[in-house]
């Protein structure tokens, strides 16, 4: 029931990187909004839901806050098992850091799910849920 979030961070080209790896892993899309900014998302044609990332401070944070002083948590909807396992191996390699290995989570019921901390430290999930999580 997203439609839209978003966060501040310090890098613009290094949360480029490791968005555009987890969303290529998730048949997300990130797109162009700006100098200091980009959306993720389904697609040009279907932008909402979205999550707005960026350097540009808005104007609506309370004084004192900055890019990871509050840590955000994101959860993304993944089709399988596979995906999720495929997000974790994508976020690693563009320099995330893994804070929930790929796995079913006990007392979440039909549930897997992959945790990793973006550069910036904010928790970032892939979750499927129900239906075949065996594959």
């Avoid at 997203?2 to 613009?12: I, K, N, P, R, W």
Wanted: proline share 4%; hydrophobic share 40%; aromatic share 10%.
């Amino acid at each position: 029931m997203l439609d839209h979030t978003g966060f501040v961070v310090t890098d613009l080209k290094r949360a480029r990187a490791f968005y555009d790896a987890i969303a290529a892993a998730l048949e997300l899309q990130t797109i162009d909004n700006g100098d200091g900014a980009f959306l993720l998302g389904k697609s040009v044609q279907q932008p909402i839901p979205y999550l707005w990332i960026g350097t540009t401070r808005p104007s609506y944070w309370a004084q004192g806050s900055r890019a990871g002083l509050n840590q955000t948590h994101i959860a993304f909807q993944a089709e399988s098992k596979a995906m999720v396992d495929e997000f974790h191996r994508a976020a690693m390699a563009a320099g995330g850091k893994d804070h929930g290995k790929p796995g079913p989570r006990q007392g979440a019921g039909d549930y897997y799910g992959a945790f990793v901390l973006d550069p910036d430290g904010n928790n970032i999930e892939a979750c499927a849920r129900g239906g075949d999580l065996s594959r």
